[in-house]
């Protein structure tokens, strides 16, 4: 007659708390679910599609894993456009929760030029509050490392021209090869022109601050 065994887990210098259920790895006396006395390493992280809303994971003083309060605070969402061609225009992000957002905006050429700018973005419809705001930017090969930006229609305005003429001509780009056009044409949908003389493709990550 075969003999029966009863697999126990086996935790080396840890605990399991029956009363509770909390596991502790290097104590014996856990106080969460999960409590790791010591660094903690995970070897597989899956990376999330373009388009997917994340939130990051912040510790407390005690090293207790929380969100920010409200949850929504500092989700980031990343996507980029198709190709576009000259005069071309797309959806960059579509969806958006309502709210206030920094937003960066990377465009780049095969010669190792990369032109990235900063915006303010407001996706608030109360009382015309659709609204983007120039921050800041650069241009790391070029003779003007700061992009001009003008506002398209009233104050305050919901679409941005961001034109950088220090752009060095490559690959068949001219000095207008990463200008374009950024508008929140309504709630939650951000475009994006291509208003340069060349093909382009552009990124932009968004990161939730109100």
């Not at 951000?190 to 932009?204: K, L, P």
Request: proline letters at 5%; hydrophobic letters at 40%; aromatic letters at 6%.
């Amino acid at each position: 007659m075969k003999k029966k065994y009863i697999l126990a887990p086996i935790l080396i210098s840890g605990s399991i708390l029956a009363q509770t259920g909390n596991v502790g790895i290097g104590t014996s006396a856990p106080d969460n679910k999960l409590d790791v006395n010591g660094d903690a390493k995970v070897r597989v992280m899956s990376a999330v599609p373009l388009n997917t809303y994340i939130t990051p994971v912040l510790s407390d003083i005690n090293g207790v894993l929380v969100k920010n309060n409200p949850v929504y605070l500092g989700t980031t969402v990343h996507t980029v456009s198709p190709t576009l061609a000259p005069g071309s225009t797309s959806n960059l992000i579509t969806g958006l929760p309502q709210g206030i957002y920094k937003a960066f905006v990377y465009v780049a050429n095969a010669c190792g030029a990369v032109g990235t700018a900063e915006y303010y973005i407001g996706n608030t419809p109360l009382n015309n509050g659709l609204t983007i705001n120039f921050l800041g930017g650069m241009l790391n090969r070029g003779t003007n490392q700061s992009p001009t930006v003008t506002r398209v229609g009233v104050t305050p305005a919901s679409t941005l021209n961001t034109t950088w003429t220090g752009l060095v001509n490559c690959a068949g780009g001219d000095a207008t090869a990463f200008n374009y056009i950024l508008s929140l044409s309504s709630v939650g949908n951000i475009e994006i022109t291509n208003n340069g003389n060349i093909d382009r493709t552009y990124a932009i990550v968004l990161t939730r601050i109100y």
